[in-house]
Structure formats: C-alpha cells, structure tokens
C-alpha cells in the first residue's frame, strides 16, 4: 500500500470539492457538537437533581426508633404459642432517645473500610423566641467542619459561613424562614428557649435555606455542644449517627448489620429513597437515547454524502484502476476521505460543543432548592469528548466503508465502455 | 508448460460469452501476437468485438477464456490485485476519452502511475513525467489542471501518462476518435515516434482506415473472429 499517493489523491478530491467535503464535515461536527452539548447539560442536570437528594442524604442513619415492642409478654410463653393472641392498646416501651454508647460506635463506623465519614448529631425541639411570640423549632446540633466535608451543608448556607460557627461557640445557623419572620440578621442575637424552660442567646453566624418551606421555617444548625446544652445533656448524649460510605451501593447491607448488632434503628438511604433511584435511571436513559440519536443521524448524514461524491467520481475509479491502481487502493482512497472528513468534522465537534457547553453554563438558572446555584449545571466529563472522537471515526468509517466497498468493485471496464 | 512466447503479448485461443441481456458469443478463437516494437492496429466494424478484445488484452476484463501472455507470462487466471500490477508496470493506455483526473494538474495526472508503482523517488518521477511531456511538446502545460486544457492536449497528456512507467506495450482505444484530423495526426506521428524511436510495441483499435493504414499490421475483425490480417503495404 502507497499510503502518501493514496493520501494525496484523498487530499485532492476532498480540496477540489471542497463544498460538499465542507457540508459533510458540517454533519459531523453537528452531530459530536449537539451530543457533547447535550450530553454535558443532560448529565450537569441529573447531577443536580441527584445531588438535590444525596448531598444531604446520609448513606445511613441511625437512631433509636421509638415503637412497641414486637415481643410481648404472652408471646415468650410456650403454652400460648397455639392460641391466637389478641393484646389491646400496646404502647413504645419508654426508652433512652440517646444512642448507647455512641462515641464508641462512631469511632468503631469510622474504622470500618469503606466509610467515608460518621458523624453524630444532636437533635433537640426548641421555641424561637420573638418578643412574645414562641415559634416551634427543631435545632441540630452538628459537627460543621466533618457536616460540610460530607454532606455539603455549605451549599445551603446562603449567608455567611458555615465556618463561623465552628468558630463561634454559641452561635447559629439560623433556617431562613425563621429569619423572615422574625426579621433577624447576621450578627443579631435570638433567644431559644428548650423545653424544660431555659433560655439560651444565640449568635446568629448565618443563614440556611434548604428549599423546603416546612424546614426552613423550623430548623436551625447549632453546635454540638450547644444542643447538648440546651437539652441539659453530658457531651456523650448523641441522638443520631449520619453515615456516608465510599460506594453507595453498600448501603443496605452495612444498615442491616448495624441495626442487627446494636440494637438501633438503621436507615440506609436505598430504603429512605426508594423512587430517587427510580428517577435516575430514567433520565440516564432518556439521555443516552438522544444522544444515540443524535450520532446515528450524523452518521447517515455523512454515508449519505460519501456515496454520492462516489457516484461522482466513477470516472476517476476507472482511470485509477485502468493505469494499475488496485481494488483496495481505491477502496483505501475512499476510506481515508471519509476518515478525513471524520476527524476535522469530530474536531470542530468537540469545539462546538464545548463552547456551547460552557455558554450553557452561563445562562442564569436560580432555583430555591439549590441557593448555590446561579447558573445551569454542566457536566464537562472528558468522556464525553472521547466518546464523540471515537464516534466521528468510526461512524464516518462505516459510513465510508460501504461507499468505498462498492468503489473496489466498480469494474473499470463497464464505465470505460459506458462513455 | 507452453512453448516460449516470441511475442510481447501473445493471445491464444481467446473466447469471450456476453451472458447478459441473451447468451451471445463475442469473440471465437482469437489468436494472435504482437513482437517487439510492432506498431499493430486492430479494425472492424462497430460490434464486431474489438474494443471488448482490447479490454482483454489489457488486463482489465478477466471474464474469458484462453490464454494471454505477456513477455511469456501467462496472465490468464491472475487476481485482479496481481493484474493491477501487471497493468501498473508493464501496459499503457490511451482511450478515445481522455480520461484524465480532472482535478490533478496534468503534471499529477502523469506522475500518479509511477507514483503508484514507487520504484523512483517523488522528485525522480517528477523528472521523468516532465521528460515525457517534454518529449510530447506538451511541458508548458505540467502545472496546468487537466479539466482546463484542450482534446488534443490532453490526449498527449494520456500518452505522457501512458509512458511514465517504460511499458512494454502501449494500448490505444481510438487515440484519435473525436480528435480533428491536425491534432488525430500529431497522435499518429508521436505513437509512430515511440515505436520506431524506442522500439515500443503498440497495439490500437481504430475506425480510422487512412490512420490504420500508416501501421506496420492491420488485422481485421468481424464477427468476433480475425478475419484478415496484412502487414503494410500488402
């Protein structure tokens, strides 16, 4: 094979039609173009829409769950265990909200392979007090460093810094609703009261807007200690453990193993959102359907186009293969114009769709859920440009490959006597 | 294993079917051979199988049966991809049609065969082709695209290419069919040139009486088969 005069006759053809080259190449960087701008935007979407649930979501909650208990008396006595058994009114049993032993715990999850972080909360019901008026409210009290390094409370913190609160003891992070109606803002004091009566002044070091009315208008973020405090509780008095793992796939087993060994509740966010997981998987297919569509359409645009400059070019097969160029040089010819065409169209491609991505990426979006994001999300993943290179050779192989087939065959003789 | 061919091209008991609209037998037990710097014309009346024998003779329609031989190589039974070869460094072509690359320069137009068989570097073959045109008064046009010359320039320009390769044989499908009778013998007057000067053999299919005429053999076709075949001036 003479690859520099099979190259140069490529060049040739491809430079004296260089309309019809341009227009085929067009098709390609339409196609790679539209899937890389789609594909980006589509998947920066889903991002955000499952971010919307897992940013916030632990992998695994646990907490003491207060119900009945499932063994009561007469059901451990063997001479009943024929009988049915009907027991009236059964109440929870009276137990610790606290998790036993959690420190322990906590050190023992964070152990554990797998596991990216645990941490303990403080759950506590308070009144916000405004003058005379008691606004009910719950507040958290969190770990705010290890809170935003895992579940990106940052994010939802819409003034100040989240970091003001590590540094401020008694400070708070105040929910935004409960602002609104009280009018408060940073630096102002507000006072809580807990339920057994005591007052506790807080400094108000930010705001927190999760999107949610109903939460915004009762839930605040203090420190641990602070809710320990108010609760009137020792520092080992933790109410909850959030857990977030490497892999979330490994969430069920991991609950079911806690809940087991420890005796307390486990949530594991498979079972918390089972239909989060539902919508996923639809726009994932949604988003590789049109993207497949997309490149197919290009593809029959360009084998299009390729088997009419074939048809074209009869003559100039004839010629070639009258003065000893072989089949498969001519076949080779066809080939790389169509790879030619390939790769210039996938380039401009992959600018297109980059710089239409990055435009998206510009346009205002603001929504009450996310108060980080101001513009669209888009997912940038250099996979996407590497599926659109390697699609734009290969879509434009195939779709040169048939036209090019059909170029070998031509039997030269047929054309010269057709003149 | 046959006798050694005394010819250049040798063909032996060539027969030749058109299967296709009707069961039709072309050409019937054509035998003939041309020697070394002959200059032979091949004449007969529209479909008498001329032009389908040239075709033959040239690699390019392997569909027949019989033996063709090239300097003593049976050619008979060769792939097409062997054959391209043959074509590429032993046969030159020259149809009635130009049959230039439209889009190449007549400089590209001659070099590509050469370029082809890249026995020579680029610049050897560029010197080459630019001796052929030379040869054919032509070299004025070598950077001149092919689409925009006149007939009977680019029919020199197909001997040029014809040549770039030494062939042992050149083969013309009327040379000099729509060609005007100044420029028909400018063509005549350079094949007979490369025949006598370079002891080429030539073989030409031609309607032309007066040009066949100035051959050294003319052989007569009808109805597939030879039918007469006199040297010049008998």
């Known amino acids: ?419 | 294993m046959k006798a050694p061919s005394p010819y250049v091209l040798e063909a032996r008991d060539i027969n030749k079917y058109f299967k296709v609209p009707v069961q039709f037998h072309v050409l019937k037990d054509i035998s003939f051979g041309i020697r070394a710097g002959e200059f032979v014309s091949i004449m007969g009346k529209s479909g008498c199988g001329k032009s389908t024998l040239l075709y033959i003779l040239s690699t390019m329609d392997t569909a027949y049966e019989g033996s063709l031989l090239l300097n003593g190589e049976e050619l008979f039974g060769k792939s097409n991809k062997e054959l391209s070869v043959v074509r590429n460094e032993h046969i030159g072509f020259v149809f009635q049609f130009h049959y230039l690359l439209p889009e190449f320069t007549v400089l590209e137009n001659v070099m590509l065969p050469a370029k082809k068989l890249g026995r020579k570097s680029i610049a050897e073959i560029r010197e080459d082709a630019l001796k052929k045109l030379d040869l054919l008064d032509i070299k004025y046009l070598a950077p001149k695209l092919a689409s925009r010359i006149s007939g009977g320039e680019k029919q020199r320009v197909a001997i040029a290419r014809a040549l770039i390769n030494e062939p042992m044989i050149i083969m013309g499908d009327e040379p000099t069919g729509n060609l005007d009778s100044k420029n028909a013998e400018n063509v005549f007057n350079i094949l007979k040139q490369l025949s006598t000067d370079q002891g080429m053999s030539l073989l030409v299919v031609t309607h032309d009486l007066d040009f066949a005429k100035k051959t050294d053999r003319i052989i007569e076709m009808a109805d597939g088969r030879i039918h007469a075949s006199s040297e010049k001036g008998e």
């Open chain 1, 1 to 419: 094979m003479n690859w520099p005069t099979i190259l140069g006759i490529s060049k040739t053809h491809l430079r004296s039609r260089l309309k019809q080259s341009s227009v085929a190449a067009l098709g390609v960087t339409f196609g790679i173009g539209t899937f890389i701008t789609l594909a980006s935007f589509m998947t920066g979407l889903n991002g955000l829409l499952d971010g919307l649930i897992l940013n916030r979501t632990p992998h695994i909650h646990i907490y003491n769950k207060l119900e009945p208990t499932e063994q009561q008396p007469i059901t451990l006595i063997d001479q009943f265990s024929s009988g049915i058994n009907i027991i009236h009114s059964i109440k929870p049993k009276k137990s610790q909200v606290r998790i036993h032993n959690a420190l322990p715990l906590i050190q023992y999850l964070r152990d554990q392979e797998g596991v990216r972080g645990a941490i303990a909360q403080v759950q506590a019901q308070v009144f916000y007090l405004a003058g005379s008026i008691e606004l009910n409210g719950v507040v958290f009290g969190i770990d705010v460093m290890e809170e935003t390094r895992l579940f990106n409370i940052g994010d939802y913190v819409i003034e100040g810094d989240p970091k003001d609160l590590a540094r401020t003891s008694n400070g708070i992070i105040l929910g935004a609703g409960v602002a609104k109606k009280m009018s408060l803002k940073i630096g102002d004091r507000v006072q809580l009261s807990s339920v057994n009566g005591g007052l506790f002044p807080l400094k108000i070091v930010g705001f927190y807007q999760s999107g949610l009315a109903e939460i915004d208008d009762v839930q605040s973020y203090v420190n641990l200690a602070t809710a320990q405090g108010i609760l009137g509780k020792g520092n080992d008095y933790i109410s909850d453990i959030n857990v977030k793992l490497y892999d979330m796939e490994e969430a069920p087993l991991l609950a079911s193993q806690i809940s087991n060994q420890y005796d307390l509740t486990a949530i594991d966010i498979k079972t918390a959102n089972a239909q989060f997981e539902t919508g996923t998987q639809i726009r994932n297919i949604i988003t590789y359907a049109v993207s497949i569509t997309l490149l197919v359409v290009a593809g029959f645009g360009i084998y299009n186009i390729l088997n009419m400059m074939i048809y074209e070019k009869m003559n100039d097969i004839a010629i070639l293969k009258a003065t000893g160029f072989s089949g498969k040089d001519v076949k080779m010819i066809f080939i790389s114009e169509a790879l030619i065409i390939g790769l210039i169209g996938g380039a401009l491609g992959l600018l297109i769709g980059y710089g239409l991505s990055v435009g998206i990426s510009y346009i205002p979006f603001e929504t009450d859920a996310l108060p980080t994001v101001k513009t669209f999300p888009v997912n940038n993943d250099p996979i996407f440009y590497l599926i659109g290179t390697v699609f734009a050779l290969v879509a434009t192989f195939f779709a040169g490959y048939l036209p090019a087939t059909k170029a070998e065959k031509v039997d030269p003789v047929d054309i010269i006597r057709g003149q």
